[in-house]
């Protein structure tokens, strides 16, 4: 798996044409209102007990805030093909998973819904 990971990035990273974005941010507001949603969560019962629904991270509110940039960006939200630049209609967003065989990236399509 390690080696397929390897040779797709290098592959990705000499055929493709990319570019690169960057925000600084401060996360003050948006740890806050992780805090506030989690704390919202309702529970439900398990074998051991009563747990929140669902917890929310920081990447999750990150790959959501990615998602909504895109949409308010059009053309940052675009592929190239071999003819044209390809405008998309949703924002779909990759996310570097590690696992302990090596890396997955899988795709959250539709983020922006």
């Not at 805090?35 to 969560?41: C, Y």
């Not at 007990?49 to 939200?77: F, R």
Request: charged share 20%; with cysteine; hydrophobic share 50%.
């Amino acid at each position: 798996m390690r080696k397929t990971i390897a040779r797709r990035l290098v592959e990705a990273k000499s055929t493709i044409p990319h570019f690169y974005l960057t925000l600084d941010c401060e996360l003050d507001a948006l740890l806050a209102l992780r805090t506030q949603l989690n704390a919202a969560a309702p529970m439900r019962k398990t074998d051991t007990g009563e747990v929140p629904a669902y917890k929310l991270s920081v990447n999750d509110l990150v790959i959501k805030a990615m998602a909504m940039a895109l949409m308010a960006v059009p053309d940052a939200n675009a592929s190239w093909t071999e003819n044209a630049m390809v405008k998309h209609k949703h924002a779909d967003v990759g996310v570097a998973v590690s696992i302990p065989g090596g890396l997955i990236t899988p795709i959250i399509r539709h983020a922006d819904e």
